[in-house]
């Protein structure tokens, strides 16, 4: 028999990057005291009526161009009606039939190195909506604490066919997804806060017939509960199929304490949401005018920005790949090649993902933080390409860059006098006194030690405090050790 | 279309609605009534005409993204609160909801 196929979708719910919320003008700032951001339209108080926010449409539309989809003329906004405390109005306003976007594609890489592959993921959809609150269920003498701060923040829906074939894939998927958000503004990706967070779809069934019965696995917040969870409920399926069993429809909570996947109370109306147009809303129209003005105010894309670094810049895939994961980065990059000139592309590559990456981790700062910015490091980069310093040297005047010692790296240069000596005279001077200094080395050298010719060197730049140019020192050094 | 008693009796439960069978009979009745009405509309030919999702033929008018809402010194949260059945530390309080 042919081997179980995995099919997996996502459904994720981005949390919009507006001040105020969907519907009313109450702040959807993260952390206040519960209940201090929800307005009467938030609270569903008798006779408020929902206006809707410009900026999170915006969002929508921006969302829509990038990944290349249809952002519909017109849009309905639809009422989902269920009850729980923490959705006062007892319906949830949404889209149904006519979303705000249809269609588009996501392009990810999966897996690393040689078995790395790219692969398309189209999307279904993608539509507004509001959040419910929050519900706590610490115990207030036997009762549910309702806090409504995060009840009407705006929410984009992100609905992917079911095109993922593996849990990794589907982690790759959430990734680039992840990526992309960020890097149009629509959304901080902050997955502790749940403004990112992800439902998947799993089943599996065999290749050639229909797809399986699936599960959903709800809320999962993080990159490795979504890879855990997609990874113990499809064996748990294929077991199940494989003992003879049937799979159930049914919507399933991750618990990561136990990694294990456990279908919720089921119920046999949970899925009868009874969708109509919101009376209260008109339909919103989206005109040529508009798209073309939020296009104007898109940043190049992470794709098209890769392709420029390979092919403008001559990057390797792996290092366009890594210093477009941000907006942030690739635009630090630039910054740097900007001043340190084209030529210098590769080696401003390896500082910003070199040493500027391994310190920003050791002081767990984003790139955003950086305390040498991008000029100050195109400037040392373009010294360090031109040999006034040497690759050594430069890392000296990056920490001294970085503690504020001093503001430009010619400056450090001058003030430190770390000017690369690549007068040949001087060199062979500093070459003729280590040889005559080092019998003992020079001796082992030319009984055929390798390791005696480091050490000569090690002496030269010593004496040099560090300040000889290397190719040079060790050139010269051959020649004499030779003579 | 018609409705049975077992439909009528789900489409109260989906609303929270708790009604007895003489109730339930009633409903019944009532809205096989509003069915014929809407069966009477579905004759007419609609076809070439675009669905509407409201009444009326305009487009929803948009606010600035801007806090309007503010409530720093929590004396409106207060107001509020005032007329729930009950609150605690600033939530709340309902039934216990179990999932």
């Not at chain 1, 923490?86 to 078995?115: A, R, T």
């Not at chain 1, 269920?137 to 593996?166: C, Q, W, Y």
């Not at chain 2, 789900?10 to 609605?17: D, K, M, P, Q």
């Not at chain 2, 033929?57 to 609160?81: I, K, P, S, Y």
Request: net charge negative; charged share 25%; with cysteine.
């Amino acid at each position: 028999m042919k081997p179980w196929e995995i099919v997996i979708g996502l459904e994720t719910h981005a949390q919009l990057a507006t001040v105020s919320k969907i519907f009313s003008g109450a702040s959807t700032a993260f952390g206040a005291a519960p209940n201090t951001q929800a307005s009467p339209v938030d609270l569903a108080l008798p006779g408020v009526l929902p206006v809707l926010n410009k900026g999170a449409v915006e969002c929508a539309i921006k969302f829509g161009l990038a990944v290349g989809a249809t952002v519909a003329e017109k849009s309905v906004f639809a009422r989902k009606n269920y009850f729980y405390p923490d959705l006062p109005k007892g319906y949830q306003i949404s889209q149904f039939e006519l979303p705000v976007v249809e269609g588009g594609q996501i392009v990810l890489s999966v897996g690393q190195g040689d078995k790395a592959y790219e692969k398309r993921v189209n999307l279904t959809r993608a539509h507004l909506e509001e959040d419910a609150g929050k519900s706590l269920h610490e115990d207030f003498h036997g009762k549910t604490g309702i806090d409504l701060n995060r009840a009407g923040t705006p929410l984009l829906e992100i609905v992917s066919e079911p095109d993922m074939r593996s849990a990794d894939e589907a982690v790759a998927y959430a990734r680039a997804l992840h990526a992309l958000v960020r890097w149009i503004g629509i959304c901080d990706g902050n997955m502790q806060e749940g403004s990112f967070r992800c439902d998947a779809n799993v089943s599996v069934h065999r290749p050639g017939t229909p797809f399986g019965t699936r599960r959903e696995i709800k809320n999962l917040n993080s990159f490795r509960n979504l890879k855990e969870a997609i990874e113990y409920e499809i064996r748990w399926q294929i077991e199940t199929l494989e003992d003879g069993g049937r799979i159930e429809q049914a919507t399933v909570l991750f618990d990561p304490a136990t990694g294990e996947t456990r279908a919720m109370r089921t119920k046999e109306d949970a899925h009868d949401y009874r969708y109509f147009p919101d009376p209260d809303l008109l339909p919103l129209k989206i005109d040529r005018t508009w798209l073309d003005r939020v296009c104007k105010r898109l940043p190049e894309l992470p794709e098209a920005r890769r392709q420029r670094f390979v092919t403008d810049l001559g990057l390797s895939a792996y290092d366009a790949a890594t210093l477009t994961a941000t907006l942030e980065t690739a635009d630090y990059f630039e910054a740097t090649v900007a001043v340190a000139g084209k030529a210098s592309a590769k080696l401003c590559a390896n500082w910003v993902m070199g040493d500027l990456a391994a310190r920003l981790n050791r002081e767990n700062l984003g790139i955003a933080q950086s305390p040498v910015a991008a000029a100050q490091l195109g400037g040392l980069i373009a010294r360090v390409a031109d040999n006034t310093v040497s690759n050594a040297i430069g890392k000296k005047v990056f920490e001294a860059l970085w503690t504020g010692a001093g503001q430009s790296a010619d400056a450090i240069i001058e003030a430190q006098g770390l000017k690369q000596i690549t007068d040949t005279g001087a060199i062979e001077k500093l070459v003729d006194d280590v040889i005559a200094a080092n019998p003992a080395n020079v001796a082992e050298y030319q009984a055929g030690k390798e390791k005696a010719f480091n050490a000569l060197v090690g002496q030269v730049m010593k004496a040099a405090r560090g300040k000889a140019n290397p190719q040079q020192v060790n050139a010269l050094l051959k020649q004499k050790l030779a003579e | 279309m018609t409705l049975t008693l077992p439909e009528v009796k789900r489409i109260a439960r989906l609303a929270r609605l708790e009604v007895n069978d003489a109730e339930a009979e009633t409903a019944r009745q009532q809205l096989n009534g509003i069915f014929s009405l809407i069966e009477a509309m579905q004759a007419v030919d609609t076809s070439g005409v675009e669905p509407m999702a409201h009444a009326q033929d305009v487009f929803q008018r948009l606010r600035e993204d801007a806090v309007t809402h503010t409530d720093a010194d929590a004396r409106q949260r207060a107001l509020f609160q005032s007329v729930a059945p009950e609150a605690e530390a600033g939530l709340y309080l309902v039934p216990r909801v179990i999932e």
